[in-house]
């Protein structure tokens, strides 16, 4: 565009280019399972590899089971998760168990990989604080506030700096939307102007419910989001697990080495409904949208990536879908054996000292509950 006479600051050129650095999706296998940075892939050895595979297979699997548990009527709220295996696998086996993951509703298979039981998902599901009650690990309950959880994950990394912690991070994940948040803006604000340890991932899987990223926001990409706030971030495609692994580990690196936070957005899709209470896609959005997401499904092109190598076959593939499916029965039947949450336990664990209207509330129930 040309700049005006007599115009002194040229915004329109500042507006085209300030996207520039971000426009390069980082990537180590594209969607036809080319290797496009072999230096990278070489980085790998076979059994990581495998590895990678093993866990996308599981989470899918997890999520087929968990949308028949619903339909039998055996969950609560629960969010699938068809579709963001690249992105949510490829990052969390990034971290160490002494870092502290504060999930979103989104993330279950996160917190299990990083130690909670399956079973404490599905009670979380549930709704029984049993879920929640994860003893020493560093893990955190899923948020259904968007984007609370960025500010949570700030304060643990501050916390984390204060005490002195070497070679610790807090990490933490949103979807797209949750960009939109105020929360979103003062976690990552907050982290970085106390360099504390965190690694902020946003999941971009295109939809907030029924509402599309490009309405969310003018941003060109959501990782310059992170930019006014003085904290590097990468946008990497969240359908290639190699990449998201290795950008994933490369900011929780920077981050736990003293430098201040990272943020990392995983280009990623949802295939299916936002959640299990109903809502349908093809109300708000066409199959012409989501063709191209279904022909980068992660776990095909990992299929090809390791099939090539002659490290993996549809045959072994199924056999480990049975069997991690029938693990998932196995907690789903512990998690039914499970005392119900009752009213009284949640008011009592409310606060340290009941104030006088839950201790009414307390009395109301007993009575209530002991029949
Ligand atoms: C503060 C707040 N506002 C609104 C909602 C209702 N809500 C639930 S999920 C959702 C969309 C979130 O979309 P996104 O952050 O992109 O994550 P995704 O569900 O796609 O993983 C909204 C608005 C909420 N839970 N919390």
Do not use: C
Request: net charge negative; hydrophobic share 35%.
């Amino acid at each position: 565009m040309a700049k005006k006479t007599g115009q002194a600051i040229d915004f329109a050129s500042i507006k085209a280019t300030m996207s520039d650095p971000y426009k390069k999706t980082f990537q180590i296998v594209d969607k036809d399972a080319k290797i496009v940075n072999q230096e990278l892939f070489d980085t790998f050895s076979d059994d990581q590899l495998v590895d990678f595979m093993k866990k996308m297979v599981w989470e899918r699997a997890l999520h087929e089971q968990t949308m028949n548990f619903s339909r039998q009527g055996r969950l609560g709220f629960y969010a699938p998760t068809y579709g963001e295996e690249a992105s949510e696998m490829g990052s969390v086996s990034a971290f160490k168990d002494q870092d502290f993951l504060f999930p979103a509703y989104r993330d279950l298979p996160e917190l299990i990989q990083h130690g909670a039981s399956v079973t404490q998902g599905f009670l979380w599901s549930k709704g029984n604080a049993v879920g929640d009650d994860y003893g020493d690990q560093r893990n955190w309950f899923p948020q259904i506030i968007i984007g609370a959880q960025y500010v949570e994950a700030a304060g643990a990394a501050l916390g984390i700096k204060k005490n002195g912690e070497k070679d610790a991070v807090s990490f933490v994940y949103t979807g797209d939307g949750g960009t939109s948040q105020g929360d979103f803006y003062e976690g990552v604000n907050f982290a970085s102007s106390f360099q504390a340890p965190a690694v902020f991932m946003v999941q971009n899987n295109g939809w907030a419910i029924s509402v599309p990223r490009k309405k969310q926001t003018a941003a060109e990409t959501l990782a310059q989001k992170a930019v006014a706030s003085g904290v590097p971030s990468i946008q990497v495609d969240g359908m290639d697990v190699l990449a998201t692994y290795i950008a994933t580990k490369e900011a929780r690196d920077f981050a736990a080495a003293g430098n201040g936070p990272v943020l990392v957005e995983t280009l990623t899709y949802r295939y299916g409904a936002h959640s299990s209470a109903g809502d349908d896609p093809s109300r708000y959005r066409t199959k012409e949208e989501e063709k191209p997401w279904f022909d980068a499904d992660p776990l095909i092109r990992m299929r090809k990536v390791l099939g090539d190598k002659g490290l993996w076959s549809q045959d072994q593939e199924d056999k480990l879908t049975e069997e991690y499916k029938d693990s998932f029965k196995k907690s789903m039947k512990e998690a039914e054996n499970t005392p119900t949450q009752s009213v009284v336990d949640m008011l009592k664990t409310t606060f340290e000292e009941p104030t006088p209207q839950i201790k009414a509330d307390i009395a109301r129930f007993e009575a209530k509950e002991s029949k």
